[in-house]
């Protein structure tokens, strides 16, 4: 499944920190596969890189909100001096890869450490060159302007001027513009009392009154939190659903690409005692399986007891699938020619076409 991923590197050299968003799962038990693109050895492992996919186990991995945090030190931050991108996918233990994506590596010191090929990173390389420079000459400071001095007042220039006349006063004596006056203040004040005191309603009823606009509330609906995917199989399986229903829900998380819940759906089936659901559980740790189911670990032992269980019921093809992984083995089963032999003798019987073109390739 498609998940966010950045990489911010740390103060520390050889230490960076890995968030990945958008992905549910535990942070304990996590593993990350790491891969580059150029070269045979494509994958990193943690003693260097090699040609077969490696899972490695960060020392701290913890969550803040919805972000996962793994902490990456030297034994993977050095390898990936040098590198731009790295194509990243995450495991989560019993349901197999729950994430991928393609991150872009930031140029960081390394902690020192050679890589693989022999090389420094070159930040580090940089640096020394840095600290060998020479010292830059600092230039000598100009010399200070000389104090400021204000400049000396100008004489004080005036020019003779002839006074000017008096005006002469009217003949309207003074008295009578303080009584015309007091005769407009008089007028004033009565029509105020007059108009706003004794009809004070008519003042109001012109007045216009303002309207208040209600707010509209606005209804905000909280998202309700995601669910994990074994909640969401959880939730599912309250329901009480009989193996063939749990079967066939499973196929549809699988052919929707939901590897990770038609795991747990075919595992509880098979658990239940459904033939066909042992079948499909088996093929998630079948080494013989290609492409691989959800990015499981290949484990022959598992897959070899998931098949047996369907194959004891008569299902043709776990029988045969059974005898294959019994002839070559691999993924920790030993090959075992002689029952190998009997498990495709007994698909062949039921009309299995592969089963016998099996059977004529054994070694006679």
């Known amino acids: 499944m498609p998940v966010r991923a950045s990489v911010v590197a740390l103060p520390e050299p050889g230490h960076a920190i890995l968030r990945v968003s958008e992905l549910d799962a535990a942070p304990e038990g996590l593993a990350l596969s790491i891969q580059r693109q150029q070269g045979p050895d ?17 020392a701290e991995v913890g969550r803040k909100g919805d972000i996962l ?19 990243l996918r995450v495991k989560e233990p019993d349901i197999g890869v729950v994430g991928t994506t393609v991150v872009a590596w930031p140029t960081m010191l390394t902690s020192g450490a050679a890589g693989s090929s022999g090389t420094y990173d070159d930040t580090v390389r940089l640096k020394r060159m840095q600290q060998q420079a020479a010292p830059v000459e600092e230039p000598e400071p100009e010399p200070l302007p000389p104090p400021f001095e204000p400049p000396k007042p100008a004489p004080e220039l005036r020019a003779a001027r002839e006074p000017a006349p ?43 009154l303002p309207t208040a606009k209600t707010p509209t509330p606005v209804t905000r609906t909280a998202e309700p939190p995601k669910k994990s995917v074994r909640d969401t199989v959880a939730d599912y399986l309250a329901t009480k659903p009989t193996p063939d229903a749990i079967l066939a829900k499973g196929r549809e998380a699988l052919k929707a690409g939901d590897t990770a819940s038609a795991f747990l759906l075919f595992r509880q089936a098979a658990e239940a005692g459904n033939p066909a659901a042992q079948l499909e559980t088996g093929a998630f740790y079948d080494p013989l399986t290609q492409p691989p189911r959800g990015g499981f670990t290949p484990e022959g032992a598992r897959a070899a007891d998931w098949y047996e269980r369907a194959a004891l019921a008569g299902v043709a093809e776990a029988q045969r699938k059974l005898g294959l992984l019994l002839a070559k083995g691999g993924a920790g089963l030993t090959a075992d020619p002689a029952k190998a032999k009997s498990w495709l003798q007994q698909a062949a019987a039921q009309n299995d076409a592969d089963a016998k073109k099996a059977l004529d390739a054994l070694p006679k």
């Open 166 to 208: 008096v005006p002469k006063r009217s003949g309207f004596p003074n008295w009578a513009l303080v009584l015309i006056l007091l005769l407009i203040a008089g007028g004033a004040g009565y029509g105020y009392y007059y108009y706003f005191k004794l009809h004070p309603q008519d003042v109001v009823a012109t007045a216009p």
């Open 69 to 87: 945090e793994f902490h990456l030190g030297p034994e993977i931050c050095d390898q990936l001096a040098g590198i731009a991108t790295i194509r």
């Open 42 to 58: 494509i994958h990193l492992a943690d003693d260097g890189w090699r040609r077969t996919e490696a899972w490695l186990i960060p």
